[in-house]
């Protein structure tokens, strides 16, 4: 069994729900032993759904490997008992409520002064300071207050993201901040805070729209499968109506696709296509004349034109589809006696297993 980067290192985490336990649990997949503190209910995020042989699709996937205690805080013994754990830990992760983790007793600041060499992580909605600091926050109100609504899908009702995407990011943005903060442990011997917002990564996923409406005076708008600043960018129908996304990133990949795909090279240097920009604003001629060649191509035709072009595409694949993808990299886990197959962890290391640990049940470990 190769070493791995955290081995030895504790972390206890009174989490809840994806944020923070993404982030531990990704922590548990490099080494750590992490000890996660559940209330007598268990993480809320066990109800969420019962898809996986009766066990919730979020918990499996955020909280493979890992211990579970159960404390209930509001006794003065669980307390003592959590003041122990950390006592003897490396990093303490905490998503609860705003200021409940002070309340109770487990503040950062507090914990750090009492242990110099602990690395604290604290994920919250909105941060430590300002005006909604205090607003309890989770993934879809987040995704509307940020903006991301606003820049995602097509025009009409609002709709959110398909997947949590602000709890994910923050749980990575913790990710990186904890391990950073080990790093400089091993370099100044001290441990360190780490303050992570819910809020705050949603606004550096924002950070293009941002910029082009702070500076440029106007925000991308709502697009559905194109891309409000290249062009051509989103999706077309062949003639046995299947669609194609594809997507030009440069002008000499445009060159390309209007030789080999529209048969047409004199089209890259038509004034109205001759650069992005031009593509982006005469976008609704530049997709009709696209839509016209590939409406008379059959889907494998297309394919073959743009592989010939090496223009960069892609299907639109249903979920059922993603299950079947050639592409796809699964791992085993053992969930209730019985196996499932999760998506592998996105980077591949020396250290990986052939299988992932279970996920733990309420009070497993305690």
Not at 203 to 216: F, I, K, T
Not at 311 to 329: C, K, W, Y
Request: charged share 20%.
């Amino acid at each position: 069994m190769p070493v791995k980067p955290l081995d030895g290192i504790t972390v206890v985490a009174l989490e809840q729900a994806v944020a923070a336990p993404l982030c531990t649990s990704r922590l548990a997949d490099a080494g750590a032993r992490v000890i996660k503190i559940e209330r007598p209910e268990g993480d809320f995020a066990r109800g969420y759904d019962k898809d996986v042989f009766g066990e919730s699709s979020y918990f499996v996937w955020t909280n493979r490997g890992k211990e579970s205690v159960v404390l209930d805080l509001r006794q003065d013994e669980a307390k003592a008992r959590l003041h122990e754990l950390i006592a003897a830990a490396d990093v303490f992760v905490q998503n609860l409520a705003p200021g409940a983790a002070g309340r109770l007793g487990f503040g950062s600041e507090v914990l750090r002064a009492r242990h110099p060499r602990l690395i604290t992580c604290d994920i919250s909605g909105y941060g430590e300071a300002g005006p909604l600091q205090h607003l309890k926050a989770y993934d879809l109100l987040v995704q509307a207050e940020s903006g991301l609504v606003a820049v995602s899908g097509a025009p009409g009702p609002w709709g959110r993201i398909g997947v949590s995407i602000c709890d994910i990011t923050a749980g990575m943005n913790a990710l990186i901040g904890v391990q950073q903060a080990l790093l400089q442990r091993e370099r100044t011997g001290q441990g360190s805070g780490v303050s992570v917002s819910l809020f705050d990564s949603a606004a550096d996923l924002m950070s293009v729209p941002y910029l082009q409406a702070r500076y440029g005076g106007k925000a991308p708008a709502r697009v559905g499968l194109k891309h409000p600043s290249i062009a051509p960018y989103g999706s077309f129908t062949c003639s046995d109506g299947r669609e194609i996304v594809l997507s030009i990133q440069n002008e000499r990949e445009w060159a390309s696709f209007c030789a080999a795909v529209m048969g047409d090279a004199a089209m890259a240097v038509d004034a109205r296509f001759c650069d992005n920009a031009q593509r982006t604003a005469n976008r609704t001629e530049l997709d009709a004349t696209i839509q016209a060649v590939f409406g008379r191509l059959t889907y494998a035709q297309a394919i073959d034109r743009l592989t010939e072009a090496q223009t960069a595409f892609g299907a639109i694949n249903s979920v059922h589809e993603l299950i079947a993808h050639p592409q796809l990299r699964t791992r085993p886990m053992m969930v209730n006696g019985r196996r499932a197959e999760v998506p592998a962890a996105p980077y591949r290391t020396a250290w990986d297993g052939d299988e992932f640990p279970p996920a733990p049940r309420i009070g497993e470990h305690g």
